[in-house]
């Protein structure tokens, strides 16, 4: 009570503002956001692919009918455009693990419907390195599926697969490079989790797919029934 009163006092001395458009913001219930931006998200809407999810006309996009990926499917929710991707350094290099709640509810507010979460055994968080974990604090995709999976009910499994190379952060490199860095990046650590399993991968950020894949690749060494990947986040068709 006394807390709330004194974060109260201090909101009006000094009024917080927006971190993406710097609008005060005051006692918004959104942390470092305002409404409206929170509202302006590009969401990723049909036509899609329906395998990959990229904007398309076709039921199967060209890239797919010639080299299908390994998943089933891949749906991401929203365009990683300046407010989202501004939103997601706040969230995991400015450290801001509040925001985590606030994504997982926009991810369950706007999941296509083409992606149920009973049809799985369990979402399955891209891991990070143990040495990214201990300089960040939490895994990102981690903190997000915990969120779903409180709301909806489903398991997470964060130990099938763990990253075992330390690899350069994939953001810093061009396509080609992202490729190579991230080859081997992963382990299996427990086949029996994944044997004859429906896993739904999550990450947080899906840009030339090279992570996902290779997370993928490895998954399909113990037999699973099914692999299918969910992001919140997609960059824009290139
Ligand atoms: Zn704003
Ligand atoms: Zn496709």
Redo the contacts with the bound molecule.
């Keep these: 009570m006394i807390q709330q009163v004194i974060e109260t006092a201090l909101t009006f001395l000094y009024p917080a503002h927006?971190k993406?458009?710097e609008?005060t913001i005051g006692l918004e219930s959104i942390p470092y956001?305002?409404g409206?931006?929170w509202d302006s998200l590009e969401f990723v809407t049909r036509p899609w692919c329906e395998i990959c999810g990229i904007q398309s006309n076709e039921e199967i996009c060209s890239e797919c009918a010639t080299t299908p990926p390994r998943y089933g499917k891949l749906r991401t929710i929203a365009f990683y455009g300046t407010i989202l991707q501004k939103i997601i350094h706040l969230y995991k290099f400015e450290k801001k693990r509040s925001l985590a709640k606030y994504l997982s509810d926009l991810m369950i507010r706007h999941l296509p419907n083409d992606c149920n979460f009973d049809e799985y055994d369990y979402i399955l968080p891209i891991p990070i390195h143990k040495n990214r974990l201990r300089e960040r604090g939490f895994n990102q995709s981690i903190l997000i599926s915990k969120g779903i999976s409180k709301e909806i009910g489903i398991d997470i499994c964060t130990d099938a697969l763990v990253r075992s190379k330390n690899t350069s952060p994939q953001s810093s490199l061009a396509r080609d490079a992202r490729q190579s860095n991230i080859v081997g990046a992963f382990e299996i650590k427990n086949k029996k989790l994944i044997e004859g399993k429906r896993i739904l991968i999550f990450d947080d950020v899906y840009t030339t797919g090279a992570t996902v894949n290779e997370a993928v690749n490895m998954l399909w060494n113990e037999d699973p029934l099914e692999i299918d990947v969910l992001t919140l986040a997609r960059t824009v068709n290139l």
């Design positions: 927006c993406v458009c609008k956001l305002c409206y931006c």
